[in-house]
């Protein structure tokens, strides 16, 4: 049996205590700005982008309201990438992109937080949130809730511009 060098058992450890909450699909720019709008995204805010994936809503949140934005994902490649794009939308001063593991990350400084992640990634992702977020904090979710224990504030339903029909839902922490 051949064991892994020593310069990859750090990589290969992190690989395994990570959990990876979705998959990689990016989240439509129509949708991205619907998200900003339902959680009222104003300049004061800071967002942070769970599953962030190439970094576009931190990216959008920063360029269309001057947030601090910032993304984290456990994928490196995606990290690098919302780098590139941060670099080319101008907005690399008010954007940082880390990898980082959503269930451990901090967010308590976040004022809102956006999420494309799946049923039962946010239900594990619930109680991180509920414990660090201070009140009149904003969370939306797109497509998924955060189970019946949890029912969101508002849900908004619309038909994207590709036609599909879109469900994001909020919750603001009390």
Same mark, same amino acid.
């Given at each position: ?8 058992? &750090? ?11 979705? &998959? ?26 769970? #599953?962030?994936?190439? #970094? ?5 949140? =920063? ?25 080319? =939308? ?45 009140? #009149? ?9 955060? #189970?019946?224990?949890? &029912? &969101? ?22």
């Amino acid at each position: 049996m051949l064991l892994p060098s020593l310069t990859v058992l &750090p990589v290969l450890l992190l690989t395994l205590q990570s959990q990876k909450l979705a &998959p990689y699909a990016p989240t439509p720019p129509d949708v991205v700005d619907r998200m900003l709008a339902l959680a009222a995204v104003s300049a004061g805010d800071v967002l942070i982008d769970l #599953g962030c994936g190439d #970094g576009r809503i931190a990216i959008r949140a =920063a360029r269309k309201f001057g947030v601090r934005a910032s993304g984290v994902d456990i994928d490196a490649r995606r990290i690098d990438e919302s780098r590139v794009n941060a670099k080319a =939308a101008g907005v690399e001063h008010l954007t940082e992109f880390r990898v980082e593991d959503a269930l451990t990350t901090d967010v308590s400084q976040a004022t809102v937080v956006t999420l494309f992640i799946g049923s039962e990634g946010n239900t594990k992702l619930r109680p991180v949130l509920q414990r660090q977020l201070k009140p #009149g904090a904003r969370i939306v979710s797109h497509a998924f809730s955060m #189970g019946p224990e949890w &029912p &969101p504030d508002k849900v908004d339903q619309f038909t994207s511009a590709n036609g599909d029909t879109v469900t994001l839902y909020l919750w603001t922490i009390k």
